[in-house]
């Protein structure tokens, strides 16, 4: 590899970091719980697109791309944490959270995942459903009732742990 691939492969990686890089450490955050953790799937996602070097159609398809894939590796290291019997942490969420908020987001985490990453990608992302769906591979009505059951399952853990 020439100095000039390995400059352009460090500028590619360095414009991805800048671009996606908060969204995608929030959205493994969400899965994982774990900062440690959630900046590993970070650089695996990086390296992942740097390696495949995937043709994409525009910036949202990269953006929907970057996302799956860092959605898998986070879901691969929930499994392989469970078979490691490693106790998740109980970090906040640094990046750019709301503290009025806070507490809401804490009850988030207690949602079963496929509720825990629609309403992610939904409200912190800002993704419509169709996008959503894109990124999961799912019919976007399906995201819709995860969106609805998991606001259901949310306004039950709020009422009762924060007498809302």
Do not use: C
Not at 103 to 110: N, R
Request: aromatic share 10%; proline share 1%.
């Amino acid at each position: 590899m020439s100095v000039t691939d390995r400059e352009q492969i460090n500028q590619r990686a360095e414009t991805l970091l800048t671009q996606y890089g908060s969204s995608i450490l929030r959205l493994a955050y969400s899965y994982l719980h774990n900062m440690d953790d959630a900046e590993e799937i970070l650089q695996e996602t990086l390296i992942q697109y740097l390696k495949t070097a995937p043709v994409l159609e525009n910036e949202a398809h990269e953006k929907a791309w970057l996302f799956r894939v860092a959605g898998n590796l986070s879901k691969n290291r929930i499994a392989y944490n469970r078979v490691r019997s490693t106790d998740e942490l109980k970090e906040s969420l640094a990046a750019q959270q709301r503290e009025d908020l806070f507490f809401v987001w804490e009850a988030v985490k207690d949602l079963p995942v496929k509720y825990r990453e629609v309403i992610h990608l939904f409200y912190y992302e800002g993704l419509s459903t169709a996008q959503i769906a894109a990124i999961l591979e799912q019919k976007e009505s399906t995201v819709r009732s995860h969106l609805m059951r998991g606001r259901e399952k949310l306004r039950s853990i709020l009422k009762e742990g924060y007498d809302i």
